[in-house]
T-cell receptor
Framework: GENVEQHPSTLSVQEGDSAVIKCTYS??????FPWYKQELGKRPQLIID?????GEKKDQRIAVTLNKTAKHFSLHITETQPEDSAVYFC?????????FGKGTRLHILP | DTGVSQDPRHKITKRGQNVTFRCDPI?????LYWYRQTLGQGPEFLTY????????KSRLLSDRFSAERPKGSFSTLEIQRTEQGDSAMYLC?????????????FGPGTRLTVL
């Protein structure tokens, strides 16, 4: 069945540095790749997404890249800030349901 | 509040009891999804509806779980004969079916604890 692998499970970066989270997916029919941020005790919130006809998308300090051939996609956060500390989930959608990765807990160190 | 709402927010029950959760989607959204999230894991797909039709159920969903969306608006998720392994956060999400790429908006979740 469909599967989304996410790495690393935990990531600590110094404030101001960049963070990169990587995901792979198994369903070649997947055409939409959202990224969600979940703060402790809160609901997941969409922060950025990318569609299969695009290789890269950027929104201020956040960027996503997609390599459909390799079935890889990544989240890049630059100039990290304390409020970036959270759990980040990648996801892939084929058909109509979204399959989530297991999440990356990002710690921003002062 | 025009977002997705869920009720109750917390539910504590004894093993073997039945529980029912409710989700009210964003009013113009015709798609509604149920997920289960356990500590340290991503949301796990359970089932989804387009209007009142249940279009897919996860193979992981046992026969003790049932979901309905009778009028195409709110939805209920029932768990019968609860087990301790059912303890989790149950998330509902909704989206608007207008094309191939539709953001899902999540509700606050119902946290279930089975004693």
């Amino acid at each position: 069945g469909e599967n989304v692998e996410q790495h690393p499970s935990t990531l600590s970066v110094q404030e101001g540095d960049s963070a990169v989270i990587k995901c792979t997916y198994s369903d070649s029919a997947s055409n939409y790749f959202p990224w969600y941020k979940q703060e402790l005790g809160k609901r997941p919130q969409l922060i950025i997404d990318i569609r299969s006809n695009v290789g890269e998308k950027k929104d201020q300090r956040i960027a996503v890249t997609l390599n459909k051939t390799a079935k890889h996609f990544s989240l890049h956060i630059t100039e990290t800030q304390p409020e970036d500390s959270a759990v980040y989930f990648c996801a892939a959608r084929g058909d109509d349901k979204i399959i989530f990765g297991k999440g990356t807990r990002l710690h921003i160190l002062p | 509040d025009t977002g997705v709402s869920q009720d109750p927010r917390h539910k504590i029950t004894k093993r073997g009891q039945n529980v029912t959760f409710r989700c009210d989607p964003i009013s113009e959204h015709n798609r509604l999804y149920w997920y289960r999230q356990t500590l340290g894991q991503g949301p796990e797909f359970l089932t989804y509806f387009q209007n009142e039709a249940q279009l897919e159920k996860s193979r992981l969903l046992s026969d003790r779980f049932s979901a309905e969306r009778p009028k195409g608006s709110f939805s209920t998720l029932e768990i019968q004969r609860t087990e301790q392994g059912d303890s989790a956060m149950y998330l509902c999400a909704s989206s608007k079916r207008t094309g191939s790429y539709n953001e899902q908006f999540f509700g606050p979740g119902t946290r279930l604890t089975v004693l």
